[in-house]
């Protein structure tokens, strides 16, 4: 084995072949037979892509670009580095080598900066079906734009990649809400030109006047997606509806000015009664005393609508007056409950500083009336983290307290017991020998003379 190896020759080690040679026999041999045979050993991306553009002969433009397709997939030993393929792909502007990249290229950021790239829906398809990182299946569903590449990856992915299927999902979506956008845009335009034709009938010059900025607030919305001729009917119909109101205004100048002055009282009566149902958001008593204080000042002091039209507004008016005074009396009984159970927990408080034993059915009894007052509505969540912590700390207390008291009970027992022992260790005579001695105590002669 050792001779063998001694004896044996190795192999010599090709040369790097210099490239700035091949190069220049790539671009200057009148052979094209060895100018195709210098690209297939050229590594260089820049000066093969040079050869694919500017060659005469297409058999060396054809060899050229295949070996800068190979360089550029990353397959070989010989390849360039990533960095510089990266580069590379950016220059890049043919979709069919480009598509080739983003599906088979061998490192994964070359697919991404390929596909990225690419504009032909059917191979970004493709390649968020079948690539295999996750990032290059989402980054190439979000690049496709075209509904039935969008369609055909929203029926083939399946469960491979929820990513992928929200995204499809999302952009058909964004597709469909875009091609229904101009027939929604011309309902809305009908609908407004005709809103603002049949203003003015019935001779509601005021009421059309007072709509018509209305319609054209939502106009502005949509003027300029409108259609042409949209955009004509809806300026002709307003330009006749002001020429047949400045008619009507010169005609009726004072019924005009009693209507609007109508109008103004209706309008700021309504605003009282929206400022009156914003009074949940009050969480002051004296900010609702000053409310309807303000609100029934500035109602009195307006004129008077016609009966048919004052009598609704009257109605809420009373309606949301009592409506703040009953929140008004919500708050002020949150206020007296929030205040009530701040004294309990400070009587709490005050029975646990002291040293002497606590009493059992009076604290409870306390500590119930605070849990009741927590329930109700509107009571202060820091309380109720003040309550739960003195709870804790009672039954600690009681729990401590109760342990003693059975250590002295049974303390005394023991004591008791001690105390009782000699009396127990004395031997008595059973009771009929001691009834026969007294009986012959009480006979002895001798005894009795003696």
Same mark, same amino acid.
């Given at each position: ?18 490239q ?33 553009l ?9 060899i ?16 360039p580095?990533i ?8 220059l ?18 070359v ?9 032909d ?83 509601g ?5 007072a ?14 997606q ?20 400045d ?6 100048? @004072?019924?005009? =000015?009693a +209507? #609007?002055?109508?109008?103004?009282v209706?309008?700021?009566?309504? %605003? &009282?009664? $929206?400022? *009156? !149902? ?30 048919q ?30 205040r ?8 709490l ?9 606590l009493?059992?059915k009076?604290?409870? @009894?306390l500590? =119930?009336? +605070? #849990?009741?007052l ?5 009571a202060?969540? %820091? &309380?109720? $983290?003040? *309550? !739960? ?15 003693s ?7 005394l ?38």
């Amino acid at each position: 084995m050792i001779f063998k190896r001694l004896l044996s020759k190795k192999k010599p080690v090709p040369e790097r072949e210099n490239q700035d040679t091949l190069i220049q026999v790539a671009r200057t041999h009148q052979d094209p037979a060895i100018r195709r045979d210098a690209c297939r050993r050229v590594n260089r991306l820049p000066d093969l892509r040079e050869r694919v553009l500017s060659d005469s002969d297409a058999g060396v433009r054809e060899i050229a670009l295949a070996h800068y397709r190979h360089l550029l997939s990353g397959e070989g030993g010989e390849a360039p580095s990533i960095w510089d393929r990266l580069h590379e792909v950016s220059l890049l502007a043919d979709e069919r080598l480009l598509g080739h990249l983003a599906r088979e290229a061998r490192d994964a950021e070359v697919r991404r900066a390929a596909l990225m790239k690419l504009t032909d829906q059917d191979v970004l398809a493709a390649c968020a079906l079948n690539d295999p990182l996750a990032a290059n299946r989402s980054a190439a569903a979000q690049c496709i734009e075209d509904k039935d590449a969008l369609e055909v990856v929203v029926k083939n992915i399946g469960r491979k990649d929820k990513r992928v299927y929200r995204v499809a999902r999302q952009k058909l979506k964004e597709i469909a809400q875009r091609e229904a956008l101009p027939a929604r845009i011309r309902e809305q335009s009908a609908e407004l030109c005709d809103k603002l034709e049949r203003l003015g009938r019935f001779e509601g010059w005021v009421q059309g006047r007072a709509l018509l900025d209305l319609l054209d607030r939502q106009w502005a919305e949509i003027e300029s997606q409108a259609e042409s001729h949209w955009r004509e009917r809806y300026q002709g119909l307003r330009d006749r509806f002001l020429a047949g109101y400045d008619a009507y205004r010169r005609e009726h100048e @004072a019924e005009i =000015a009693a +209507a #609007e002055a109508r109008e103004s009282v209706r309008r700021e009566r309504q %605003q &009282l009664l $929206d400022e *009156l !149902a914003s009074h949940p958001s009050l969480t002051g008593e004296a900010e609702l005393d000053a409310l309807r204080d303000r609100v029934w000042a500035r109602w009195e002091a307006l004129d008077l609508l016609p009966e048919q039209e004052q009598r609704p507004l009257t109605r809420r008016c009373q309606t949301l007056m009592e409506e703040v005074s009953a929140h008004r009396e919500r708050l002020a009984l949150q206020r007296r409950n929030n205040r009530r159970l701040r004294k309990l927990l400070g009587n709490l408080d005050k029975a646990m500083e002291q040293s002497k034993p606590l009493a059992d059915k009076s604290l409870r @009894a306390l500590v =119930a009336e +605070a #849990e009741g007052l927590m329930q109700a509505q509107g009571a202060d969540l %820091q &309380l109720g $983290d003040a *309550l !739960a912590r003195a709870r804790d700390r009672l039954e600690e207390r009681l729990r401590k307290q109760k342990h003693s008291a059975e250590q002295r009970v049974a303390q005394l027992e023991e004591k008791l017991q001690e105390l009782a022992s000699p009396f127990t260790k004395v031997s008595w005579p059973p009771s009929s020998l001691r009834r026969q001695a007294v009986c012959r105590g009480r006979t002895t002669p001798g005894r009795r003379s003696g």
